[in-house]
């Protein structure tokens, strides 16, 4: 069974950091792009960071300079270090992945969440 499981989140300060981590399982062939989404109560589910199978990264403007997101095609897993974390990141944090699996049939697949809280 294909799946996404991430892990890492938790409560911290502001100021501090996390690392998040995804990892991809099941009979997988290739992996596409990778991402990191988040949702807050009452928003909708926004890009947080994305990065293509080449290493090519893309950031959402409100997290520029405090995110990385990496990847390691080998392992097939994702990682978004945050640093300099602010009360307004808080949210259930997504990985979310473009697949391709038996008979080359490619496919979107989301984790099931990990919860950050940031206090102030």
């Known amino acids: 069974q294909v799946q996404l499981v991430e892990s890492g989140g938790g409560l911290v300060q502001a100021g501090g950091s996390l690392r998040l981590s995804c990892a991809a399982s099941?009979?997988?062939?290739?992996?596409?792009?990778m991402g990191w989404y988040r949702q807050s109560p009452g928003k909708q589910r926004e890009l947080v960071a994305a990065?293509?199978?080449?290493?090519?990264?893309n950031y959402a403007d409100s997290v520029k300079g405090r995110v990385t997101i990496s990847r390691d095609n080998a392992k097939k897993m994702v990682y978004l270090q945050m640093n300099t974390l602010k009360p307004e990141d808080t949210a259930v944090y997504y990985c979310n992945a473009d697949l391709v699996l038996a008979f080359n049939r490619r496919s979107d697949y989301w984790g099931q969440g990990t919860q950050v809280t940031v206090s102030s």
């Open positions: 990065i293509t199978s080449g290493g090519s990264t």
């Open positions: 099941g009979s997988i062939l290739s992996i596409y792009g």
